[in-house]
């Protein structure tokens, strides 16, 4: 089963959960931005959590389905259609062959995911199929989508089909149908064209002066143009150490708060490097990185403080209502 590109969107990349282990030899991890939407999307159509699906950038792709398949497509601010006809977001949609999904750009939100049950016939490298850009590592040939791509699709789960089976008696002749319920707003992350973002100190926060710091929390900081996968590199109040230091390279994760010697802080993301030299101000809590990677250019970035506690309640509520929606799926369609 294939996939037909007919044209890519903006940037539409190959992701999985990411490339681990390799980060001592200087590979770096790669995976989904919004790592909610990308397991949400996987879930709605009865994949594992990790496999492998679209990211669409700002303005997405439109693709051709040669034969039918279960889709679902996720992240706030997109619109769908289906041979024209408005398609929901956030739940699963059974495609009939012959039909094309077009995605729109988006109005508020960055990024967008669509996984397809069974997910992509990608090669593995190095235990991913996750794509890096700089690299061209992953992914399909480790590039972005172009036009006329031909994406193969592994055979639907289990789960899936029994999905598809319900969803084709109820499609007819029509180009797709849907299930009647979506993802709850309770459950996912607040979304927000200009969020709020909770960090904890970072291993040199203390390092920084008290204006510094006190603008950390007070300031309101705008998402640059050289932002991208990597790191997204903000302007505001300038943000600087009590004096100058000299650090060696040191390891940095998703969501570090690095600031180099202009006072601007840099949030690393999914592309981040392994190691960095930047004294590091912050660490952006695991839960409210979705929201960070939703924040178009020019969006308005606040910080708020938040302590190990609040971090480790908001992951592990994140990561219930993850395995929640898993099960629910389960229970209603085995």
């Given at each position: 089963m294939t996939i037909h590109v007919r044209k890519p969107g903006l940037l539409t990349t190959l992701q999985d959960a990411g490339r681990y282990g390799y980060?001592?030899?200087?590979?770096?991890v790669s995976g989904p931005m919004d790592s909610f939407a990308h397991q949400t999307a996987n879930l709605l159509v009865g994949n594992d959590a990790k496999e492998a699906a679209l990211e669409a950038t700002l303005i997405g792709p439109t693709l051709y389905f040669a034969a039918p398949a279960l889709i679902a497509v996720c992240g706030p601010g997109f619109t769908a259609s289906i041979d024209g006809v408005p398609a929901p977001l956030w739940r699963p949609v059974y495609v009939n062959a012959g039909a094309t999904l077009q995605l729109g750009s988006s109005r508020e939100g960055c990024r967008c995911y669509i996984a397809v049950s069974g997910g992509f016939d990608a090669p593995e490298q190095l235990g991913s199929r996750s794509t890096y850009l700089r690299a061209g590592l992953g992914g399909l040939e480790g590039r972005a989508l172009k036009e006329g791509d031909r994406l193969r699709l592994k055979d639907a789960t289990e789960l899936g089909e029994n999905i598809?089976?319900?969803?084709?008696a109820d499609a007819g002749d029509a180009a797709f149908q849907s299930v009647k319920w979506r993802v709850s707003y309770e459950m996912m992350p607040a979304y927000n064209p200009n969020p709020e973002i909770r960090v904890m100190p970072g291993a040199q926060s203390d390092l920084f002066d008290a204006a510094g710091l006190e603008a950390l929390f007070s300031a309101e900081f705008k998402v640059q143009p050289q932002s991208d996968r990597m790191g997204y590199r903000l302007a505001g109040q300038p943000l600087y150490l009590r004096e100058p230091l000299d650090m060696l390279s040191e390891p940095v994760t998703f969501g570090t708060v690095q600031v180099p010697p202009d006072g601007n802080p840099i949030v690393l993301m999914a592309d981040r490097?392994?190691?960095?030299?930047?004294?590091?101000?912050?660490?952006?809590?695991?839960a409210d990185l979705p929201l960070l990677a939703q924040a178009q250019i020019g969006s308005s970035?606040?910080?708020?403080?938040?302590?190990?506690?609040?971090?480790?309640?908001?992951?592990l509520l994140m990561e219930w209502n993850l395995r929640n929606l898993r099960k629910s799926i389960q229970m209603y369609f085995f």
């Open positions: 980060q001592k030899y200087g590979v770096i598809m089976r319900r969803l084709h490097q392994t190691t960095g030299g930047y004294p590091k101000i912050a660490q952006v809590l695991a970035i606040r910080f708020r403080h938040a302590d190990l506690v609040e971090a480790q309640e908001s992951y």
